[in-house]
């Protein structure tokens, strides 16, 4: 396993949008590539939230690595998760102490939810970036409901019945949307002894206004269709503090205690701890999330065999901010460096990365969504049929697109869930809080 191959190995480590677009560009290049995930398979993050809310199962939005790659005939996939980065030996070490040699590594091992120092705040207000992550939220969610509907003491009931949402970043927002769906038309008949539609549900921001990466005419089009499903929005708010029973506000100087069944967190991202290892001491080349600066062809400072990309890398070379860490940023990285690896072969010269913004959409809810592409600017209904496109087209298997696009077609006519299982630990109901 040790032993220099006969042709150039590439290593990729990671295999979301960027490790796996990489491996992707790379099937006609003369090399042999390894893919090292501690999954196995691709996950279409954006629409995780809908996983979480019941819309869709995991399936619907994860892809078997070994599936999407069985054609790419130089390609091994290997589950294991990388532990240690030797640089100057040209190795990546796996947990299981196996060591992997390369000529080229591709790092693309994403990010994880950022509790800006509160890492205690993790268990009460879950994230949501992995499949776990989602269906321990679809618990929560579900179990309120069901916690209400046994709850006598009306004050237990409405503390069940409150959802905050903390971020009001596209994650924050659409699960804030959605879960305004499931109380006021998903749940509407499944109870009897509360109405849904009464639950209450804040989301949560410090910027001074929702989607703080939009445009702010966007900001207000999203805010007026949140508040339209009954959502109530608090802008310049931080979060002083969070229990299993309720969260502490500060809005303006004022202090706020909410009793709440649920929280969930959408307030930012840290880069995957594997940076550190990568800068080996030298912090100034990780910014405050944690992302590795890199050269404009994307390599790592002093090792031009190196490659970082995606949520790990802090790209700012063409632009006064870094680029953001979306999808799109790490598909067009992936391709990049497959494309320059393959050019390096043949003695060439690839130029430096540039990225090109063909637009960002977030959505709402039901036929409502906001976008911008360059200047145009478009909400509303046709905002929300082109995220619809968008997010169909980049499902990585043509059965993922088919069956989504059937659920999402039976969804928007019934508006039923139909992924609404309460998996995973048996739920404590009343009296009382103790199960979250």
Known sequence: MNSQPATPHVVIVGGGFGGLYAARSLRRAPVQVTLIDKRNFHLFQPLLYQVATGGLSPGNIASPLRAVLKRHRRTRVLLAEVTDIDLARRRVT?????????????????????????????HTAPGLKTVEDAVEIRRRILTAFEAAEMETDLQR????????????????????????????????????????????????????RVLPAFPPSLSHEARKSLEKLGIEVRSRT?????????????????????????????????????????????????????????????????????????????????????????????????????????????GKQAKPFHYRDKGTLATIGRAAAVGFFGKLHVSGYTAWLLWLFVHLM???????????????????????????????????????????
């Open 238 to 346: 931080k979060v002083l503090q969070v229990e299993p029973d309720g969260v502490t506000l500060e809005t303006e100087g004022r202090q706020e205690l909410i009793d709440a069944g649920t929280i969930l967190w959408a307030a930012g991202i840290t880069a995957s701890p594997l940076g550190r290892l990568l800068v080996q001491g030298n912090t100034d080349l990780l910014d405050d999330k944690g992302r590795v600066i890199v050269e404009p062809d994307l390599t790592l400072p002093g090792h031009p065999e190196v490659f970082v990309i995606g949520d790990l890398a802090n790209c700012s070379h063409r632009a006064a901010q870094p680029l953001p860490m979306l999808a799109p940023v790490a598909m067009q990285q992936g391709r990049y460096v497959a494309r320059l690896i393959a050019r390096r072969l043949q």
């Open 94 to 122: 796996l947990h299981h102490r196996e060591e992997i040699s390369y000529d080229c590594l591709i790092v693309a091992s994403g990010a994880d939810n950022d509790y800006f120092g509160h890492e205690e705040w993790r």
């Open 394 to 436: 980049y499902l990585v298997e043509f059965e993922n697109r088919l069956l989504v696009f059937f659920q999402w077609a039976w969804n928007y006519f019934t508006r039923n869930r139909g992924a609404r299982l309460i998996t995973g630990r048996w739920p404590q109901l009343p009296p009382g809080h103790q199960e979250k």
């Open 157 to 208: 009931r409405r503390s069940w019945l409150t959802f905050v949402v903390v971020g009001s970043g596209a994650t924050g927002v659409e699960l804030a949307g959605a879960l305004a769906e499931i109380a006021h038309y998903t749940l509407r008949r499944d109870f009897r002894a509360i109405n849904p539609a009464e639950a209450r549900i804040l989301l949560v921001e410090g910027a001074d």
